[in-house]
Structure formats: structure tokens, C-alpha cells
């Protein structure tokens, strides 16, 4: 393969991965806490040496995958009535227990186990302020949770959530499309704005995520026709000069 269909490889490459990145985003456009994923590219100058009498060039480029990074605004809110069901207005993530150690996450579509502890669909524990999990006794049955994270009932106080905030944002690590990990030290949110019957849905716009998609297959199909006429062009050089040779 010459130059130019290593250039080709590494475009269709990247609209491969900026595909990816796409459909995902489009199969989680109801995954509540759901942030759209976009792919970074950048692209690798290789120089070309310059010869006596012949002008320097440029060089080539070529598209290099370089990282992920998430759109971190909130997806709108919608009303469930559930009072366990919980959404953030403004910055921050609720703390879950997993076995893998503390995770974070947007999704606030909880529940309540049998031990009457407070969990996300996974059955994870979601933490208080204390780092324990919030439980809740038989006898409290009208469960508040106010702006600023505070768990009451009609027996008092029961906790306050946990609601950390991360300076570096994009070093956030995904696990699946709803937690996250990271090793940088959380810092409290002080006014969460907590949202009792509701949930955040998804920041992804399916309009304007199937246009996206749209523009880059046509983007990708344009990289495998130029790679099949290229090809063509070597088969045909290649049978001309054996023509000429034979």
C-alpha cells in the first residue's frame, strides 16, 4: 500500500470510531444519566525530506484517535411521582457502593431493597455524607428529601446524600454507561439542588445525533470509494508496467 491509501485507512478509521461513539450515543438516548460520548481526533504530520532541486513539502497527514471526551450538561428532568426517584439540577454526582469500591453516577432511578436500604437498579448501596447507606426503618413511610440532600421522614432526620463534584471532569473513568471511577479526591457540593420525583434523562439529542451520523457515513463512504479507486489505479499500474516488461 502506497501513501495514499495508508491515508485513506487511517480516515476510515477514525469515521469508524466516530460511528461507534454515534450509535452508542443513539442506544442510550432513554439511559437515564446518560452523557453523550464524542471522540477526539487530531492528526499526525509526517515530514517528507526535502532533495537538491526539488521543493520541500509539507509533509503527510494522517488521522490519530486521541482520546474520548463526554458532554457533561444535564439532560432535562421528568416528573415520576416516585420519592425515591432523585435528579441534581446543576453539577455533582450521587455516591454508590459497589463491589469494585465507591462509584459515582447521574442516574438517580432508585429503590428500595429488602433491608430497606436506599440502591440504584444494580442493588449498590447509594452512600450519605458519612460514606454509609442510607436505610430507612418500617416505620418511616412519608420520605422527604429536600433540596440540599437531606433524607427525613415523619421520624426525623434519616441522613444526607452524598453529592461530590470532580475538578477534572473528563478524567472521569466509565464503567457501563451510567457510573463512573476516578482517583481524584471528591469535593462536596454544598447545594446540589436535589430533585425528589424525578429523574435526569439523557443529555443526547436523537435529532441531531441521527444527522451526525448521517454526515459521517456519507464521510465514510467517500474514504471507501476513494480506497477502491485507488486500488484500482495500483492494479492498473501494476498491469502496465508487466506489459512493458514482458
Do not use: C, H
Request: no cysteine; glycine share 10%.
Amino acid at each position: 500500500m502506497d501513501t495514499p491509501g495508508y491515508v485513506v485507512l487511517s480516515r476510515m478509521s477514525s469515521q469508524l470510531r466516530a460511528l461507534d461513539a454515534l450509535a452508542n450515543n443513539l442506544a442510550n438516548v432513554d439511559t437515564p444519566g446518560y452523557q453523550a460520548q464524542r471522540p477526539l481526533f487530531s492528526r499526525f504530520l509526517q515530514p517528507r525530506p526535502s532533495a537538491p532541486g526539488i521543493a520541500r513539502e509539507t509533509g503527510v497527514n494522517y488521522a490519530i484517535d486521541r482520546a474520548t471526551w463526554r458532554e457533561t450538561q444535564p439532560g432535562p428532568l421528568a416528573t415520576t411521582g416516585n420519592p425515591f426517584d432523585l435528579a441534581l439540577r446543576g453539577d455533582g454526582f450521587f455516591a454508590v457502593e459497589t463491589p469494585q469500591g465507591e462509584r459515582f453516577t447521574r442516574n438517580g432511578r432508585f429503590t428500595l431493597s429488602p433491608e430497606r436500604e436506599l440502591t440504584d437498579a444494580e442493588g449498590n448501596a447509594v452512600l450519605d455524607d458519612r460514606g454509609r447507606p442510607i436505610t430507612f426503618g418500617a416505620a418511616d413511610t412519608r420520605i422527604e428529601v429536600m433540596g440540599d440532600g437531606t433524607v427525613r421522614s415523619e421520624n426525623g432526620v434519616l441522613g444526607k446524600l452524598r453529592i461530590v463534584r470532580f475538578e477534572g471532569m473528563q478524567a472521569l473513568r466509565p464503567e457501563g454507561n451510567q457510573r463512573f471511577a476516578t482517583d481524584e479526591p471528591p469535593v462536596a457540593v454544598e447545594r446540589p439542588g436535589v430533585v425528589q420525583g424525578a429523574v435526569e434523562g439523557s443529555n443526547v439529542q436523537s435529532v441531531l445525533e441521527l444527522n451526525r451520523i448521517t454526515r459521517n457515513t456519507r464521510a465514510f463512504q467517500g474514504a471507501v470509494n476513494f480506497a477502491d479507486a485507488e486500488n484500482d489505479r495500483l492494479k492498473t499500474a501494476v498491469e502496465r508496467i508487466l506489459r512493458s516488461n514482458a
